[in-house]
């Protein structure tokens, strides 16, 4: 998808950090679970980690949040909750380094500081600025999530036609001959799926950014 610059959304709403509050809103979860897990994942194996232990950083993030959520106070003044989340999670990328080093067997971990006390680390969000790495993965990830979403909302030929022709970038031609369809019902599907789309971001940020 090649346009995806999307309007500056508002803060993160105190009520959703609220939500999370509650262990038992399930419903809360499995929506930051469905949104978060695949920019913790990724930023777990550029920090050159494996697919298994990047699996367990996505787990001890989120038990990290759940076990943080009850103290958090969320204040834009002091520090996102983009800023607060990318700390976390590299903070159990870096046990997992740790871990790696104290492994003789394992391979060669680069060396990092003496860790502090869990609830130390995760008290204060303050200061915590997401560097522009983080800033892109956040991005995407917001890009893929609404995506994931949409699909599930649309006919499955109109996202068929959409995956196609905008997320594979597949001709035209290629397209309408082998999906047995007409140009326009492309094109119609293509300014359907991109306006939801751009909507579902917008809602997305300013339920969790």
């Given at each position: 998808?090649?346009?995806?610059?999307?309007?500056?959304?508002?803060?993160?709403?105190?009520?959703?950090?609220?939500?999370?509050?509650?262990?038992?809103?399930?419903?809360?979860?499995?929506?930051?679970?469905?949104?978060y897990w695949r920019l913790i994942y990724a930023t777990a194996l550029k920090a050159g980690l494996s697919d298994a232990e990047a699996q367990d950083v996505v787990q001890d993030t989120l038990l990290t949040v759940a076990k943080a959520m009850p103290n958090f106070e969320y204040d834009p003044g002091r520090g996102s909750f983009k800023g607060w989340l990318c700390q976390t999670t590299r903070w159990r990328i870096g046990d997992h380094l740790r871990r790696r080093a104290r492994d003789p067997a394992a391979p060669q971990a680069?060396?990092?500081?003496?860790?502090?006390?869990?609830?130390?680390?995760?008290?204060?969000?303050?200061?915590?600025?997401?560097?522009?790495?983080?800033?892109?993965?956040?991005?995407?990830?917001?890009?893929?999530?609404?995506?994931?979403?949409?699909?599930?909302?649309?006919?499955?030929?109109?996202?068929?036609?959409?995956?196609?022709?905008?997320?594979?970038?597949?001709?035209?031609r290629e397209v309408t001959e082998k999906l047995r369809v007409s140009m326009a019902q492309v094109y119609f599907a293509k300014l359907k799926l991109t306006g939801l789309i751009r909507k579902e971001v917008r809602q997305l940020e300013r339920r969790w950014k």
């Open positions: 998808m090649s346009d995806h610059s999307f309007e500056e959304s508002s803060p993160t709403r105190a009520s959703l950090i609220g939500r999370l509050k509650d262990l038992g809103d399930q419903g809360a979860w499995q929506e930051f679970f469905d949104i680069q060396e990092d500081t003496a860790r502090t006390a869990t609830i130390e680390r995760i008290a204060d969000p303050a200061s915590l600025e997401p560097d522009a790495a983080w800033e892109a993965d956040w991005q995407k990830n917001f890009m893929e999530a609404a995506i994931e979403r949409v699909k599930h909302k649309v006919k499955p030929k109109q996202y068929q036609l959409f995956d196609f022709y905008v997320l594979k970038g597949r001709p035209m």
